[in-house]
């Protein structure tokens, strides 16, 4: 049986012989999710201000 330390050696120098392109695809973030979440993020942030505008406040229960 190999345990876990047998097979780290071999999986570095899998990663090690690895061409240059290929590391820079593994390396960088894809724009497609970047867009997207920004996206999402500012869809929620808008549904949120929507619904929060639409709610309404207690005005003059004296609070103050």
């Known amino acids: 049986m ?3 330390k ?3 050696p071999r999986l570095t120098t899998d ?3 690895r061409s240059e ?3 820079q695809i593994l390396g960088e973030i894809p724009r ?3 867009l997207w979440s920004v996206v ?3 869809a929620v942030m808008l549904i949120l201000f929507i619904v929060l505008y639409f709610i309404p406040l207690p005005l003059g229960s004296g609070l103050l």
Do not use: A, E, G, Q
């Open 2 to 4: 190999t345990s876990h």
């Open 6 to 8: 047998d097979k780290s």
């Open 15 to 17: 990663i090690d012989i």
């Open 21 to 23: 392109k290929v590391r």
């Open 32 to 34: 497609s999710l970047t």
């Open 40 to 42: 999402t993020l500012i």
